[in-house]
């Protein structure tokens, strides 16, 4: 039977639910146990496929296509489970199910309410995300409730998970309460009060916490872990401090010496061996012992909010890991991106450009996609990246004058990226099943695999075959293929389905690293071995660094990867 894990958050929203929900996961997987995550939103969207990078962070993308919270970039990368459609949720697909019901009739005239209804289906779609009567059942699932208790928006959640903790008797539940405990430098002293009243009206509405996580910039002192627990009902061990890291790689170690696992083991009764985190202190090992730098420039137009390239972030840093160096990222805003300004990304040892919607700042990425073909600088396009190179090419190389995509301009007289529907051919020999009416249901999404050309550098990365996720609608128009071709640029990758491009690159006699995909590798890297396109990527600014560093001082020197 399978035992669940409510987490909830208080006092501020951005506290690391998602970290926790994903450390206490590892903690548990490595005593041997099979563990999901789930999240609930409280959002009305159906997803977060329509919402703005600086709304809510990135997209996330599984396997079967869902596009969901990012904190389910931070489960995959904490467990080995892989995400579903079925463990991220909103309040927009709760109430879209439960309205396609009542239109069917399935509550048999019924007046549709809140409770018993729509908290129903939420128990139902948290039971589906752990598998519950399937083979593929876990042993825990750890279901994180977005938002903060309090706001009107997360009380059917809550209240569906008391009613499930009940139905599922003593035992098989547990509470877990992330809380905020802010040091105020005036009077010198932690304060516990919000904590207080945050679990105050979590037990308002009949949950009672089992642990509280108790988020400061510092560890919380004997006192006041005795006062939390005193105004909490919580006893002195389920208060736990976490605090601020220079690495997330370290909280499962942080929450596993404060005895959290044990905790949740004892009030779940499970009997396991003991946690076993050597590979968490291997990789920690590893982050605070790199043997060099490298600077990344990231070439986009989300760059002031980091949570917009997440899984881009973590998945340098972990190709760093690989290569035993400090990525180090700056963000450069691609609308600063001018001729006159490009000579600032001279200084970075490698040049990416990440995915994103929209024309502004476009001219920018592709000037960027400019200076590292010319300069040879290691170049590395997602998604939008590999479309806006591709457009370079095709103007500066091909000689096609005013070459674009349809998204920026619809009226280009060399459509080299448009929609499958604005070039297919009258017959429809092309065809996709991503092209429908409305936003949420026009990309192209999830794992596809696609054919790898050898002798290529992508050969060498992915050997015949990449499998990867995608988050796309605009296409590499098929009708120009043969003509970037004669003029040089390499076409390494394409769908096995539809003949889409999937990679693009330069010959590696004409530029060392120049690649641009059209799927998002970020979705698939962890931290234990990396992505081998981001290891390469890596490796490939490690040595442009050495190659500068000896150009600079007329001595042979070595990549430090």
Known sequence: MTKFVFVTGGVVSSLGKGIASASLAAILESRGLKVTLIKLDPYINVDPGTMSPFQHGEVFVTDDG????LDLGHYERFVTTRMRKANNFTTGQIYKSVLEKERRGDYLGKTVQVIPHVTNEIQEFVRRGAAVGTPNEVDVAIVEIGGTVGDIESLPFLEAVRQMALKLGPNNSAFVHLTYVPFIKAAGELK?????????????????????LCRADRIIPEDEAEKISLFTNVPKWGV?????????????????????????CDKLRLNTPPANLKRWDDLVYEVEHPKGEVNIAMVGKYVDLSDSY??????????????HVHVKIDYVDSETITPDTVGQLAKYDAILVPGGFGKRGIEGKIGAARFAREHKVPYLGICLGMQVATIEYARDIAGLAGANSTEFDPHTPHPVIALITEWQDADGTIKTRTETSDLGGTMRLGAQSSDVAPGTLAHKIYGDVVTERHRHRYEANV????????????????T??????????????????F????????????PWDGHPLFNSFIHAACEHQANAQKSASGKPLKAVA
Not at 313 to 323: P, V
Request: charged residues 25%; proline residues 6%; without cysteine.
């Open 515 to 526: 690649m641009g995909v059209q799927f998002h590798p970020e979705f698939k890297s962890t």
């Open 310 to 323: 997440k899984s881009l972030n973590e998945a340098l840093r972990h190709a760093g890991l690989k290569n």
């Open 496 to 513: 096995q389905r539809e003949h889409l491009t999937e990679i693009v690159e330069l010959p590696q006699d004409v530029h060392p690293w």
């Open 66 to 69: 869902a596009e969901t919270d």
């Open 192 to 212: 516990t009060k919000p904590t207080q009243h945050t679990v105050q009206k979590m037990r308002e509405i009949g949950i009672q916490p089992d642990a509280l």
């Open 240 to 264: 736990i401090s976490m605090p601020d890291v220079d690495t997330i790689y370290k909280v499962p170690r942080v929450l596993h010496e404060q005895g959290l696992d044990g905790l949740i």
């Open 479 to 494: 009708k120009y293929l043969d003509t970037l071709r004669k003029s040089g640029l390499v076409i390494s990758a394409l």
